[in-house]
């Protein structure tokens, strides 16, 4: 009998130690809200508690601003001088068919898009276009046509938008006949606009079905017309086709017949 209760003293002592032990372990993942916790919280220095929402990992590597504006991560894409960056949409084996002059390049009318010769997927976008002076007989999507594509498919109007009516889906900053920018901050023809676009690329599963839609944001001029909207599919002037798998694409430039000038052009890859 003295055995057993020596035993059971054993058993006991054991079992209040295992449960300590327990009690330790988890009061150490204990919720941070409750009152231990708060107890806890309030013997820290002020500086203690706020070290504790530091967050000092990754590093944000340093970006320089080079003279002409464009940051030391970007990949230029024209920044006069030569179209050496891009191809011919019609035949990517031939030379971009555009004509260089100065600073900027001008649409050959005719000659069909020019494409980058890199592939992009989300990136953040910085191009400047100007629409001719002297089209004041020319109207709607007639007048000084072009168009910024993302991955090729996507469009981000290009139009001398400057006092001339159109369908306000297809008007310049337009996300074409997807969406209406929110402002019109068009300036008039001979003077340069300037896109800054940052593009998240859609996803696709294995399958080819669509994951993620792609989203768009478009300041006008440093304004913003298009705020993180959905692209409901690629851009068609008849119809709303619907999302087809794709892969990293190049940005092309669309030649609509009319001369409408870049330059300036630079993309950061995301
Ligand atoms: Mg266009």
Not at 3 to 17: C, G, R, V
Not at 162 to 167: D, G, I, S, W
Request: hydrophobic letters at 35%; charged letters at 20%.
């Amino acid at each position: 009998m003295k055995k057993n209760k020596s035993a059971l003293s054993i058993f006991s002592t054991a079992s209040a130690i295992i449960a300590c032990n327990l009690f330790t372990f988890f009061s150490a993942y204990a919720d941070p809200n409750d009152n231990g916790a708060n107890q806890n919280e309030e013997k820290l220095e002020p500086w203690q508690q706020a070290q504790k929402t530091e967050v000092w990992e990754p590093v944000p590597p340093v970006v320089g601003i080079q003279a002409n504006a464009v940051p030391s991560d970007a990949i230029v894409l024209f920044a006069g001088s030569t179209l050496d960056a891009w191809v011919s949409e019609l035949d990517p084996k031939q030379a971009a068919p555009w004509k260089v002059e100065g600073e900027a390049f001008t649409v050959a009318a005719g000659k069909g898009g020019i494409q980058t010769k890199q592939h992009f997927c989300d990136v953040q976008l910085h191009i400047e276009w100007r629409t001719p002076t002297g089209t004041e007989d020319q109207e709607g999507q007639a007048r000084s046509n072009s168009g910024v594509f993302l991955q090729q498919r996507y469009e981000v109007q290009v139009l001398d938008s400057f006092e001339n009516k159109t369908y306000p889906n297809g008007q310049a900053a337009s996300i074409y006949k997807q969406h209406i920018p929110l402002v019109n901050a068009t300036r008039p023809p001979g003077e340069w606009n300037v896109y800054d676009i940052i593009f998240n690329a859609p996803r696709f599963d294995d399958k080819g079905k669509l994951k993620k839609p792609a989203y768009i944001t478009v300041l006008h001029n440093g304004v913003l017309v298009q705020n993180h909207v959905e692209i409901q599919g690629p851009t068609e002037w008849i119809g709303r086709p619907p999302y087809k798998a794709h892969g990293c694409a190049p940005l092309s430039l669309q030649d609509h017949g009319n001369p409408v000038s870049f330059r300036n052009i630079w993309v950061r890859e995301l």
